[in-house]
C-alpha cells in the first residue's frame, strides 16, 4: 500500500512539475522509462521474439498451393493403324492443395487436365484427394512442436 501511495505522489509531482525536468507529458515519461531500462529493453526483445516463434509454428500448418504443367511434341510418329505418320502435341497442368495436421500428416486435393492432340482433340482430366500419416511414434510436425 505504501509502495503504492509513493508511486501515485511521484506521477503526481512529475505530472505537476514535469516542465522543470524536461518531461512535459506521463506518456513521455513512461516512453523514457522504456527505451532506457534496460530490464525493459530486454522483455521487449524477448516478446518479440516468442511472437516470432508463434508466427513460425503457425506457419507450418498453412496451405500450400501447387502448379505444375507440362507439354511434350512428338513429330512424325507412325500410327500403324493409319498407315500414316501424325505429330502429337500434349499439353497438362496440374494444380494442388496440400494442408498439414497436428500429428504429422497430410492432406491433399489435386487436379489434373491433360490435352493431346494428334489429329483429333482429347481431354483427361484426374481428380485426386490423399491422406498420408506417418507410422513412427513422434514423427513428424507435432514432434518439433511439443519438444520446443
Known sequence: MKKKLTSIILATLLLTFGYSFGIS?????MQEVWTKS???KVKKITLKINE???KEKQGLYDLNLSLQGASQKDVGVYNSQLGT????DTKSVKVGLTQKIGTGGDLS?????TRKDSGSTTYYSKMGFGYSQPLLKD???YRVI???
Not at 507529458?25 to 515519461?29: D, G, S, V
Open 25 to 29: 507529458t506521463f506518456n513521455t515519461f
Open 85 to 88: 505418320s501424325i505429330d502429337n
Open 139 to 141: 514423427f513428424g510436425q
Open 52 to 54: 516470432i516463434t508463434i
Open 146 to 148: 511439443k519438444d520446443q
Open 109 to 113: 486435393a489435386s487436379f489434373q487436365n
Open 38 to 40: 534496460p530490464d525493459l
